[in-house]
């Protein structure tokens, strides 16, 4: 017969939980500190100076401005993919309103909503009963894994760490002893929240509603278990609902509500899944230093098998989690994948950020290991202490690339030497420092790749470097070989108006606009640029007038 443990063992055991909490927070605080000291990023810049995001009075206009509007832009890829995070952006607003345009202040504020968010999934796993290894390896892989370290590193990847809080809320509160209505309310306001904050968080919330409607019972009846599973997902429906409605509202007149040629239709994002699953799968599998990738450039180099291969992996992990009768954790594998698939919506566009998409599957994903038996402690230290020193080793390394913009272009160059889009960051960055030559040098001397096509977002951004420099001889190269690459791409069409315009090729110019005019996506940009035609008084008072009637009033 075993002796009742001492009256001091549970004080004693909280007294261990909190230096080993207290340890992990100050060795994040230590691997991330070139980050945390850093200045501004990438789209991180418009912060500073955006009179949209610069005090109090804008916390109430965030509720009916979309993304389209903070980045005050005609760009058709940015419009045709326009989001509303009305809870994203009123955090970013507060920290200028009270600190001004500090990255410090910022990049405080992304920690703290991490280290919340790590501290959430620890007490959910508690309250689940798991085991304290798994308690343990979960919260220090959440906290120290450098792939969705993206989304509170980059001040502008807020909107991930903050829909992460809002999730890892959720499964706390599921995992609680409240019943009924009230549990009803509470789940649908932090669904809500995190909708608010982010729409990735709505299929990581439906994974987690139905994993929470597994968790009880196994003996009941399939009349019983639908019942169950309606009943958790209900809340699910009203945030839904709420974000729905809200994005509906605020989205420009001039653009569809569903659908248009901006967006990858339903057969192109079925075969863009496995490619998506493949890469997020292989980038939480192998943590290495890394910067900001630009997600068409990745999706374009990936063959079909890769992608298949990963997603029969996933397909067959559920199949045996269910086989074992382990429906929560195989609830949560299947909403960790369902996460990403929506960012095959932006995948062509300009996006360069995706491994801040994976944070809330890392989430969902550590829930899930956590419904297995224990390991061993000397097994469990064996194979996860190694795991968590590469991945404390490549944080560190992916915190630096956030140092500044020089660090920050040098690392999309360095951390990735084929990839076109470092050549492009870096010239970027000898332009701002007035070094012209240098950055042509650069992107004539970027990577030629042949094995694959250059995304057009990725044409556009380098034909835009070659006119800014005063070279738009080389810009029309480029604008004319990826067209004929790719005659169908939208965004290609409409440089290459600009570009038949250019050339006085008026007729080609003029039937490319009057395509495009009537997408509605394409629809604003290409009248702002007919109007511009129209009011140019180089351009001969016939085109000017044809120009004039296209545009429309």
């Known amino acids: 017969m075993t002796a009742p443990p001492a009256p001091d063992e549970p004080r004693a055991g909280r007294r261990r939980n909190a230096a080993l909490a207290a340890g992990l927070a100050l060795l994040v605080v230590v691997l991330a500190w070139p980050a945390l000291t850093g200045s501004f990023i990438y789209d991180d810049v418009a912060l500073a100076s955006h009179p949209y995001l610069d005090g109090q009075d804008d916390l109430v206009a ?100 903050l829909a992460g809080v809002w999730l890892a809320g959720l ?16 789940s649908t306001l932090l669904m809500v929240g995190g909708a608010l904050s982010k729409e990735t968080f709505l299929p990581a919330a439906l994974g987690l509603c139905v994993a929470h409607a597994q968790a009880s019972v196994p003996e009941r009846s399939a009349r019983h278990l639908v019942r169950d599973v309606a009943g958790a997902c209900l809340p699910f429906v009203g945030a839904a609902a709420v974000f729905w409605f809200g994005r509906v509202a605020t989205l420009p007149e001039d653009l569809p509500v569903l659908g248009g040629g901006g967006l990858p239709g339903p057969l192109r994002l079925l075969t863009r899944g496995p490619d998506l699953v493949g890469l997020g799968l292989e980038t939480l599998l192998v943590p290495q230093a890394r910067g900001m990738r630009f997600l068409g450039w990745e999706l374009s180099g990936r063959g079909a098998l890769p992608g298949l291969l990963a997603t029969a992996c996933v397909v067959l992990a559920v199949a045996l989690l269910l086989r074992r009768g382990r429906h929560r954790a195989a609830a949560l594998l ?18 360069l950020g995706f491994d ?39 944080l560190w390394g992916t915190a630096g690339t956030y140092a500044s913009p020089v660090e920050f272009a040098l690392g999309m160059a360095t951390l990735r030497p084929g990839e076109p889009t470092g050549a492009l960051m870096t010239a970027g960055e000898a332009v701002a420092a007035g070094r012209r030559e240098a950055a042509l040098a650069l992107l004539d001397a970027r990577p030629v790749v042949t094995d694959r096509p250059v995304p057009p977002a990725l044409t556009h951004q380098l034909a835009g470097e070659y006119l800014g420099l005063g070279r738009p001889d080389r810009a029309a190269a480029l604008i004319e070989e990826a067209a004929a690459a790719a005659p169908d791409d939208p965004n290609l069409r409409f440089d290459l108006m600009t570009l038949r315009m250019g050339q006085r090729r008026v007729d080609e110019a003029l039937a490319l606009a009057e395509a495009l005019i009537a997408d509605p996506l394409r629809r604003p940009a290409t009248r702002a640029q007919l109007a511009q035609w129209a009011a140019d008084a180089r351009l001969p008072g016939a085109v000017r007038e044809r120009c004039r009637g296209l545009a429309g009033p």
């Open 356 to 394: 801040r998409y994976l944070y809330l599957p890392l989430v969902l994903i550590v829930l899930a290991l956590a419904e297995a038996p224990a390991p061993a402690p000397r097994l469990a230290l064996a194979g996860g202490g190694p795991a968590l020193l590469v991945c404390a080793w490549a």
């Open 62 to 161: 965030a509720w009916g401005r979309n993304s389209a509007d903070y980045l005050d832009t005609a760009d058709i890829a940015v419009r045709s993919t326009a989001t509303w995070r009305p809870l994203s952006m009123i955090s970013i607003i507060a920290v200028q309103a009270v600190a001004g345009p500090s990255p410090t202040a910022h990049h405080l504020v992304s920690l703290g909503l991490h280290g919340l968010a790590v501290a959430l999934v620890v007490a959910t796993l508690r309250r689940r009963d798991a085991a304290p290894v798994w308690q343990a390896l979960g919260g220090a892989l959440v906290a120290l894994h450098p792939a969705p370290g993206e989304a509170w590193l980059w001040i502008n990847g807020r909107s991930d760490v």
């Open 334 to 351: 299947t909403g960790a994948t369902l996460t990403l698939l929506p960012v095959g919506l932006v995948g062509d566009a300009f996006w």
């Open 171 to 186: 499964a706390y509160h599921l995992a609680g002893a409240s019943t009924g209505a009230r549990r009803a309310v509470v």
